[in-house]
Structure formats: C-alpha cells, structure tokens
Nanobody
Framework: QVQLVESGGGLVQAGGSLRLSCAAS????????MGWFRQAPGKEREFVAR?????SYADSVKGRFTISRDNAKNTVYLQMNSLKPEDTAVYYC??????????????????WGQGTQVTVSL
C-alpha cells in the first residue's frame, strides 16, 4: 500500500508559477513510476506528466511544466510555469507499480493522492 499526499496548490495569476509536491509512503518509491493528472469541473481526469522509465507530458503542458523526483525524499514534483486559466483544476499525483511503460490512462495507476486545487486567474 502506498499513500500519496499532494501539496503546493493555490491561487496564482496567469503567467505565474507554482510547484506541486507529492510525498509518498513506502520503501519502494524509486521503483514506481509517478504521474500527475488533473481534473477540471465537469471534465474527465486528464494526464499531465509521467516520470518512470521515460518522461512524458501532455501536449497542453509541454515546455511549461516539468516533472521531477527526489527518491531520497520519496517525493515527486510538478513545476508549473507560464500558467494559464485553462490550467485551473484539481491536480492529483498517482503511482504506477509498473516502472516500464508510458501509460497516460488513469486506470493504469495503482494509488492516488487526495488532490490539490490549482486556480489560475486572469
């Protein structure tokens, strides 16, 4: 069992930056692929980024967001720059026990955090 706790969300103006953190429990964090997803009101949960055997991003965030991880701290980060109002959503981190692969589907992840709200104003 893995527990994930996100932090770092908040209100920011368009063009600003935020860094989200996701702290994971367990001793095998380095063997898990980690992902970030987001869900806006009335919309389905969508893929944002993944860190595993490969690193991947949704087209909508490429060049603006960066996923990174510190295995010594059991933490994955999402640095978000040049934020836009359409980035407003609840952001979730997720863990995939399968290191290899590149799934961007929520069903491919085994554990989820509770989410953190990101609101980008004009």
């Amino acid at each position: 069992q893995v527990q994930l706790v996100e932090s770092g969300g908040g209100l920011v103006q368009a063009g600003g930056s935020l860094r989200l953190s996701c702290a994971a429990s367990g001793r095998t964090f380095s063997s898990y692929a980690m992902g970030w997803f987001r869900q806006a009101p009335g919309k389905e949960r969508e893929f944002v980024a993944r860190s595993g055997s490969t690193t991947s991003y949704a087209d909508s965030v490429k060049g603006r967001f960066t996923i990174s991880r510190d295995n010594a701290k059991n933490t994955v980060y999402l640095q978000m720059n040049s934020l836009k109002p359409e980035d407003t959503a609840v952001y979730y981190c997720a863990a995939d026990r399968t290191w290899y692969g590149s799934t961007s589907y929520p069903a491919g992840y085994d554990w989820w955090g509770q989410g953190t709200q990101v609101t980008v104003s004009l």
